[in-house]
């Protein structure tokens, strides 16, 4: 099983900033068969990124996703007061499917 | 638009079974979809516990395999999971979600890629006494 480590577990920033999220295998993940997603509280995850770079319809181009390997990074270039949220990773290039632990970004 | 519709009791003694439906609308559930449960205890991450096919077909977390089962009916466009002896650990917000249609090469196979879309609400479940 592919576990996933992300970092920061927090990320304390203010509106306009740059968030740098990383998220590091426990083994190379296979065609970076990698995703990410959004989850704000009491709602369900919200797919932003797949196969680590590509984004999910309807996601706006402040977020980006790079990397491959075993290490991938979400960015956003502008944090907007609706980012405000946990952000997941998730691999799917092995089985069983595993997530990452969760990066929360709040507010400074 | 899929939409994708939770439902299930939300209290479950210990050593009984969690059985929950997942209820498709605006799609077939027999498209070139895998349909997917995933699981959040509170506080906690996610956990992918399965996924299955229109064709019945189905893949479960080796964590849970000898515990779960998923099934789906066609004539009611929806698909069901079933999670016995739980215990208070199984404890946890119970999420459906639709993989894409797109296929790869995945696990030595050529599939549908499985991350997930679209996804449920959410459905809350509590093992107690």
């Known amino acids: 099983e592919i576990v996933l480590t992300q970092s920061p577990g927090t990320l304390s920033l203010s509106p306009g900033e740059r968030a740098t999220l990383s998220c590091r295998a426990s083994?190379?993940?296979?065609?970076?068969?990698l995703a990410w997603y959004q989850q704000k509280p009491g709602r369900a995850p919200r797919l932003l990124i797949y196969?680590?770079?590509s984004r999910a319809t309807g996601i706006p181009d402040r977020f980006s996703g790079s990397g491959s390997g075993a290490d991938f990074t979400l960015t956003i270039s502008r944090l907007e007061p609706e980012d405000f949220a946990v952000y997941y990773c998730?691999?799917?290039?092995?089985?069983?499917?595993?997530f990452g632990g969760g990066t929360k970004v709040e507010i400074k | 638009q899929v939409q994708l519709q939770e439902s299930g009791p939300g209290l479950v003694k210990p050593a009984g079974t969690v059985s929950l439906t997942c209820a498709v609308s605006?799609?077939?559930?027999?498209?070139?979809?895998?349909w997917n449960w995933v699981r959040q205890p509170p506080g906690k991450g996610l956990e992918w516990i399965g996924e299955?096919?229109?064709?019945?077909?189905?893949k479960y977390n080796p964590s849970l395999k000898s515990r779960v089962s998923m099934s789906v009916d066609k004539s009611k466009n929806q698909f069901s999971l079933n999670l016995i002896s739980v215990t208070a650990a199984d404890t946890a917000v119970y999420y459906c979600?639709?993989?894409?249609?797109?296929?790869?090469?995945?696990?030595?196979?050529?599939?549908?890629?499985?991350?997930?879309?679209?996804w449920g609400q959410g459905t809350p479940v509590t093992v107690s006494s």
């Open positions: 083994q190379s993940v296979s065609s970076s068969y």
């Open positions: 196969d680590a770079s």
């Open positions: 299955i096919y229109h064709s019945g077909n189905t």
């Open positions: 998730q691999q799917y290039g092995s089985s069983p499917l595993t």
């Open positions: 979600a639709r993989g894409p249609s797109r296929y790869a090469y995945v696990w030595g196979n050529y599939r549908p890629v499985p991350y997930f879309e679209n």
């Open positions: 605006g799609g077939s559930i027999s498209s070139t979809n895998w």
